[in-house]
């Protein structure tokens, strides 16, 4: 039930209406402490626009950006719709851009689960995605963007993994790199 911060929503539930504009709703089948998570990367990397903005750095303000467009990613505000069914390369698109988010969100100390990121994006079918997500997942981290790790130890993304492991953010992880 929608209380009087809720923004407005169109009839079919896949846009919020803020001064007469529509903008796309965040994906509903995300569980809420996944979205939240996300939600609050978000508006870090906001408040990081509005601070490289004001201290005119122009590096910074795009790396900010990036990690606001991730995260919009992350949460189905942007790139393929969630309500439409999607090509391989855009559910990757958004996978990646998930783990980049929760990632950069739980660093320094904390990791992610791959099946944090396959929740966050799946819904219900989250199980599905188990197998894209530990392919980006090693994509990522042949690229340096993200370290895999099992019971604390770095793995080599070149290998196979078997077991549980843990992903964290690298210093690169966030900005597009």
């Given at each position: 039930?929608?209380?009087?911060?809720?923004?407005?929503?169109?009839?079919?539930?896949?846009?919020?209406?803020?001064?007469?504009?529509?903008?796309?709703?965040?994906?509903?089948?995300?569980?809420?402490?996944?979205?939240?998570?996300?939600?609050?990367?978000?508006?870090?990397?906001?408040?990081?626009?509005?601070?490289?903005?004001?201290?005119?750095?122009?590096?910074?303000?795009?790396?900010?950006?990036?990690?606001?467009?991730?995260?919009?990613?992350?949460?189905?505000?942007?790139?393929?719709?969630?309500?439409?069914?999607?090509?391989?390369?855009?559910?990757?698109?958004?996978?990646?851009a998930t783990v980049?988010?929760?990632?950069?969100?739980?660093?320094?100390?904390?990791?992610?689960?791959?099946?944090?990121?396959?929740?966050?994006?799946?819904?219900?079918?989250?199980r599905s995605l188990?197998?894209?997500?530990?392919?980006?997942?090693?994509?990522?981290?042949?690229?340096?963007?993200?370290?895999?790790?099992?019971?604390?130890?770095?793995?080599?993304?070149?290998?196979?993994?078997?077991?549980?492991?843990?992903?964290?953010?690298?210093?690169?992880a966030g900005d597009?790199?």
């Amino acid at each position: 039930m929608a209380d009087d911060r809720d923004p407005e929503r169109t009839e079919d539930g896949r846009w919020i209406v803020v001064d007469g504009r529509r903008w796309r709703a965040t994906d509903p089948s995300m569980p809420a402490p996944l979205r939240s998570e996300l939600v609050d990367e978000l508006m870090s990397a906001r408040r990081a626009v509005g601070a490289a903005r004001r201290s005119r750095h122009p590096e910074a303000e795009t790396a900010a950006r990036r990690r606001v467009h991730l995260a919009k990613l992350a949460l189905g505000e942007r790139g393929a719709p969630w309500w439409e069914p999607t090509t391989e390369d855009r559910r990757d698109e958004r996978l990646e851009a998930t783990v980049l988010t929760l990632a950069a969100h739980r660093a320094p100390d904390r990791t992610i689960c791959p099946s944090d990121v396959a929740r966050a994006a799946g819904g219900s079918g989250w199980r599905s995605l188990m197998e894209p997500v530990r392919d980006v997942v090693r994509d990522l981290a042949r690229a340096g963007r993200v370290e895999v790790t099992q019971k604390g130890r770095a793995l080599d993304p070149s290998t196979t993994w078997k077991g549980p492991v843990r992903i964290r953010a690298t210093t690169a992880a966030g900005d597009g790199g």
